[in-house]
């Protein structure tokens, strides 16, 4: 499903809720989000009223770490077409980084 306004529209209008996710090819936006929350990030996110949850899985000879920050729209600068999502509350972040295990040395 790709993210487009129609389809938070439509989703809003049936009495649902979305997670849509922010691509590149939302441009300004996603440049937007992103420069957002590398600023927060470098400043230890001081000041914001954010919600973080890390979990770290091992398995199948890798290590996965996640990374889950999630911020109210309201703590954001306006958003570029911001009005054109419905029910827009909520942007996450979710980091996710993979080793994978050498057997041979025994270690990452």
């Not at 914001?48 to 889950?68: A, F, K, L, M, P």
Request: proline letters at 2%.
């Amino acid at each position: 499903m790709g993210t487009q306004t129609a389809i938070a529209v439509q989703i809003k209008q049936d009495g649902g809720e979305y997670v849509l996710a922010l691509k590149g090819n939302q441009g300004k936006l996603n440049q937007q989000v992103e420069a957002w929350f590398e600023q927060a990030k470098a400043n230890g996110f001081a000041g914001i009223d954010y919600s973080y949850h890390q979990i770290v899985e091992t398995g199948h000879h890798r290590i996965e770490n996640r990374q889950v920050w999630a911020v109210s729209v309201s703590q954001l600068p306006p958003l570029h077409r911001q009005n054109h999502w419905l029910g827009l509350t909520t942007v996450v972040m979710v980091k996710r980084t993979r080793q994978l295990w050498n057997k041979t040395t025994n270690q990452c």
